[in-house]
């Protein structure tokens, strides 16, 4: 019912920015809160935040939330995740999904995309 797919990826120096995209497909984008994660090789994918239907309520994991933020754009059904001041441990495959309720876990999230990859290098 939706397709999500993420660009905007690529190398950065520490420091920098990037702003990633996520175009979701269909008519029903606005029947959902947007979450963007990210997972490193060999590790367990980590929630960054989440923006609900509208937009207008936002919530971001700790070890982001001074540097990223999450927007949408209902009409050209897109969500974005503007990322300043990068870090190396930024570096992950970075993933957007869409969740029905946005108080619902991590866990309960419908649809994903297949991922962007980012490398921050020093």
């Known amino acids: 019912q939706v397709q999500l797919v993420e660009s905007g990826g690529g190398l950065v120096q520490a420091g920098g920015s990037l702003r990633l995209s996520c175009a979701a497909s269909?008519?029903?984008?606005?029947?959902?809160?947007m979450g963007w994660f990210r997972q490193a090789p060999g590790k367990e994918r980590e929630f960054i935040g989440k923006?609900?239907?509208?937009?207008?309520?936002?919530q971001y994991a700790d070890s982001v939330k001074d540097r990223f933020t999450i927007s949408r754009d209902n009409a050209k059904n897109l969500v974005f995740l503007q990322m300043n001041r990068l870090k190396p441990e930024d570096t992950a495959v970075y993933f957007c999904?869409?969740?029905?309720?946005?108080?619902?876990?991590?866990?309960?999230?419908?649809?994903w995309g297949q991922g962007t990859q980012v490398t921050v290098s020093s």
């Open positions: 923006i609900s239907r509208s937009g207008t309520l936002t």
């Open positions: 269909g008519r029903t984008f606005t029947n959902y809160a």
């Open positions: 999904a869409a969740i029905s309720s946005y108080y619902s876990t991590t866990y309960e999230y419908e649809y």
